[in-house]
């Protein structure tokens, strides 16, 4: 399987996660009882009108980057048109930015308390660095600097996908209690996506190609 069309089964399992996390969060469960019902030990209460607000926002913004990031990435045609490619790329920005902030605001109410709330807090640093590099890099000319950032800034994407599936793997395979199984989950997705970014820009400079996933 060449990166092209391993690029294209990941974004087709993703878009359906994607649908299916904006059915669930807007349609079948829009007041998150079943994801709160697992918080517990707070130290602060929850303004939950507020909270779920912020859960909106973060969750629209997320597929707002989830799918800017694609087109840009996904074939080599969209970067003819130079000026599509930069204003996907500022909506991308942007996007990263709501979600950043959302995320600092429900990070406190994390399930799994401080260490989840830590890592995620975390997270929203390392992402809003990592896209402001990119930035800075393509600004400055360096094109395959910017495609190096990028890669790292958009494996963050996934995020959400990813602590899902391993939460299958610690929670329903492994018999981990949600609070246990969520905060490995957490920890977990977000040192996989790093790795796994920083072997995608190794494999392509190995492999010689220029852009990804054309």
């Not at 996907?88 to 996007?95: D, H, K, R």
């Not at 989950?185 to 054309?214: D, K, T, Y």
Request: with cysteine.
């Amino acid at each position: 399987m060449n990166a092209k069309t391993a690029f294209r089964l990941l974004i087709t399992v993703s878009a359906a996660f994607i649908f299916w996390m904006l059915l669930n969060r807007f349609a079948v469960d829009p007041d998150a009882t079943d994801f709160l019902s697992h918080k517990t030990n707070l130290t602060r209460s929850i303004n939950l009108p507020v909270w779920l607000t912020m859960l909106n926002v973060h969750v629209v913004f997320a597929c707002l980057a989830f799918v800017a990031g694609a087109i840009n990435f996904a074939s080599a045609k969209f970067r003819k048109y130079r000026k599509l490619h930069c204003i996907l790329g500022y909506v991308y920005i942007v996007a990263v930015l709501v979600v950043c902030l959302t995320s600092g605001y429900m990070a406190p109410f994390a399930t799994g308390g401080k260490i989840v709330s830590i890592a995620f807090n975390l997270l929203n640093i390392l992402w809003i660095f990592i896209t402001v590099s990119a930035y800075f890099q393509i600004r400055q000319g360096r094109i395959e600097n910017h495609r190096r950032w990028m890669i790292r800034s958009y494996a963050f994407c996934f995020t959400n996908q990813m602590i899902h599936t391993l939460m299958l793997l610690f929670i329903d395979v492994l018999g981990m209690s949600f609070e246990v199984g969520y905060t490995t989950s957490v920890v977990g997705s977000i040192v996989f996506l790093f790795l796994a970014a920083e072997w995608i820009i190794r494999r392509l400079q190995v492999g010689g190609g220029p852009v990804p996933f054309q």
